[in-house]
């Protein structure tokens, strides 16, 4: 979807959500008195996301609380709140309403009533497990989509923020789709001979289709009986021939109008093959995270044929290892590095039955390797910030996205909450700045992600100056080439000890290399601070040292292993964030240290040093043959 504003440029993405499939329906046959077979479809399988039956214009699910945030903040917009807002969060919007374009049905517009002390206002717009949230200035009480898809159900919610992110939000409003909905009861009737069939349907019970689209294919040889033909919208039968009674078929119908087509309706007729196994779970042995526990129940139709036996796949990447069983519980072993992948199908005399749905298994929560859940992914790309869940967390928690600048002097700050069941949710966009983007469930943080927006920060060759060894400084890198001891310190001043350090560093060869924090006297060489610091030559591990006026502790105040596998010579990004008495650092977005008492490991070192005082930041190496380089460096 496209929104008509430039604030709103990026809702297009909308329109790439994926519509979720619909299973089949099952059909159970029946003797007609008469000397004719009748077969009925249990269900009728409806796609398009439409959920519930609300009213035309009414909202359905009960209005979400003022959402919290705990680092009030100037947020940037374009409008100012009044006198007296500076203490006062603003209350939900409400009048809710969203209509279709009569003319293009594609386009919406969203309506609500304004708040007082409001600086800006939420749109989120959620459909088919995405939820994209746009943010609008309060001078305006509209919002308008273009490009949706007529024949999906939106909902939508909106939620008033003051400059801190505090606000409420609005009750659900549902936007039905434009398209009718799909036929039910499908049902055929048999003729005597077992040959000829009658087709009959009930017709939507909403928005009367111009005409309908029909398509029957037999399954055992893939043969297309009809292929899309066109029945007059004011039938609700169709006579079929040529549909053999002891075969399996399957038969679609969709409604149409002028909107658009509506959702398929699917009506399968016998079984050749039997159903997959249903409730599959998958889970690591806590005792043995290489070994994965498999579980699943077969299914009540296994067709004419006798179970022989289960297979599962499963692999990293994809399902492509292969294990046949007996019984309806198995294990499998895996890397314990890895996630993995599992599906399973029944065997038996008369085939196989298709594949299980997926399911990832999740590697073993480490806090030395894990970035918080591994069931929790964050990207940011131009200014746009996607979260995305596995669908076992969209089920379990509603998920709570909190976005704080890192700098205290201020900046964008915002707290959404998702709508139930959303794998993803997407920010556009978020202004210039460097970031925390955390994800919590259930009152506890499930991800963490420093993001940079627009490389705010980012440390060029001015930036730097070279006070030990030799280096090439140009642009954003800073290579240090010579084999043995260099050191690298920032000009740049930083007021504050509060910083978020992010680099793409590789070492290429030799000891290792480091990045000093929080650091002063490095024009006599008597440096004092803290330095985050690569170390194959320390067991291949991370360390976290203290240095006081050119003296290195030889007792790290922390220290982890590199994570399993990691390349020791590749490029990696390092991202270490000072803030207050706290350190965190990651390795290509998997967690290192989590310190929340940075004072105190200092004060529990044996080297007795002082807690450091200083701002600037550095670069280094040392040992024979080291060489390194870092590049796209910056400080926020």
């Not at 606000?167 to 009737?189: D, E, Q, V």
């Not at 298709?354 to 200014?383: E, F, H, N």
């Not at 701002?615 to 460096?633: D, E, I, K, Q, Y």
């Amino acid at each position: 979807m496209t929104p008509t504003r430039a604030t709103a440029l990026a809702v297009a993405a909308v329109t790439a959500l994926v519509t979720a499939l619909a299973p089949a329906a099952s059909g159970a046959t029946t003797t007609d008195p008469a000397g004719t077979v009748t077969v009925t479809a249990d269900s009728t399988t409806v796609t398009g996301g439409t959920t519930t039956d609300p009213s035309t214009t009414g909202t359905t699910t009960d209005p979400t609380t003022s959402d919290p945030s705990t680092d009030p903040t100037t947020a940037p917009t374009t409008t100012t709140a009044p006198k007296g807002c500076a203490i006062v969060v603003p209350r939900a919007p409400w009048r809710l309403v969203a209509a279709r374009d009569e003319n293009d049905p594609a386009t919406f517009t969203i309506e609500w009533s304004a708040v007082g002390c409001a600086t800006r206002y939420n749109v989120s717009i959620f459909t088919t497990g995405s939820d994209t949230v746009t943010t609008v200035p309060a001078t305006d009480s509209t919002f308008t989509v273009n490009g949706s898809d007529p024949s999906k159900t939106y909902r939508i919610q909106v939620s008033s923020r003051n400059d801190a992110g505090l606000g409420g939000s609005s009750s659900i409003y549902y936007l039905r789709p434009a398209t009718p909905r799909g036929a039910t009861n499908m049902t055929i009737t048999y003729d005597a001979d077992l040959v000829g069939a009658r087709l009959t349907w009930a017709a939507p019970s909403r928005l009367t289709p111009k005409h309908y689209r029909l398509w029957v294919k037999r399954v055992a040889d893939q043969e297309i009986l009809l292929d899309d033909i066109e029945i007059d919208g004011s039938l609700t039968e169709y006579r079929l021939a040529q549909l053999n009674a002891r075969g399996m078929f399957v038969i679609r119908l969709q409604p149409v109008n002028a909107a658009g087509p509506g959702p398929k309706s699917r009506l399968v007729i016998g079984k050749e093959k039997p159903d997959p196994v249903k409730f599959i779970g998958a889970i690591r042995d806590p005792g043995d995270p290489s070994q994965v526990i498999v579980s699943w129940v077969p299914s009540a139709n296994i067709g004419t044929g006798a179970i022989l036996g289960y297979e599962i796949g499963y692999g990293h990447a994809r399902a492509d290892e292969r294990v046949v069983v007996n019984s309806t519980e198995a294990e499998v072993r895996i890397p314990a590095d890895k996630s993995v992948v599992v599906i399973v199908r029944v065997i038996t005399d008369r085939g196989k039955s298709p594949w299980s749905k997926a399911i990832r298994v999740p590697l073993k929560d480490s806090p030395k390797v894990a970035t918080t859940s591994q069931s929790i992914d964050l990207a940011d790309q131009d200014g746009v910030i996607t979260v995305a869940a596995t669908q076992s967390v969209a089920d379990r928690y509603q998920l709570v996205v909190r976005i704080t600048p890192t700098a205290n002097n201020g900046g964008f700050t915002e707290t959404q909450y998702s709508q139930p069941g959303s794998q993803i949710m997407t920010f556009r966009t978020v202004p210039n700045g460097s970031y925390v983007v955390k994800v919590e469930g259930d009152g506890r943080e499930l991800s963490r992600r420093y993001v940079n927006v627009g490389s705010v920060g980012k440390m060029y060759a001015p930036d730097w100056k070279l006070y030990f060894g030799q280096a090439t400084i140009a642009g954003d890198s800073v290579d240090m080439y010579n084999g043995s001891e260099t050191r690298v310190f920032s000009t740049r001043a930083f007021a504050s000890q509060d910083m978020v350090l992010a680099s793409r560093a590789q070492l290429r060869s030799g000891w290792g290399y480091g990045i000093w924090f929080r650091t002063s006297g490095m024009e006599s060489n008597a440096v004092t601070g803290l330095s985050f610091q690569y170390d194959p030559k320390y067991g291949n591990q991370f360390i976290v040292r203290q240095w006081d006026k050119g003296k290195e502790c030889g007792n790290p105040i922390a220290k982890t292993p590199f994570p399993n596998g990691m390349a020791i010579n590749g490029a990696h990004n390092i991202v270490i964030a000072a803030q207050g008495n706290t350190l965190f650092a990651t390795i290509d977005g998997e967690r290192l240290f989590d310190l929340p008492d940075l004072a105190g490991a200092i004060a529990k070192n044996t080297c007795g040093y002082a807690p450091p005082t200083g701002t600037a930041v550095g670069l280094r190496t040392w040992g024979a043959g080291t060489s390194a380089v870092f590049t796209n460096t910056t400080v926020g």
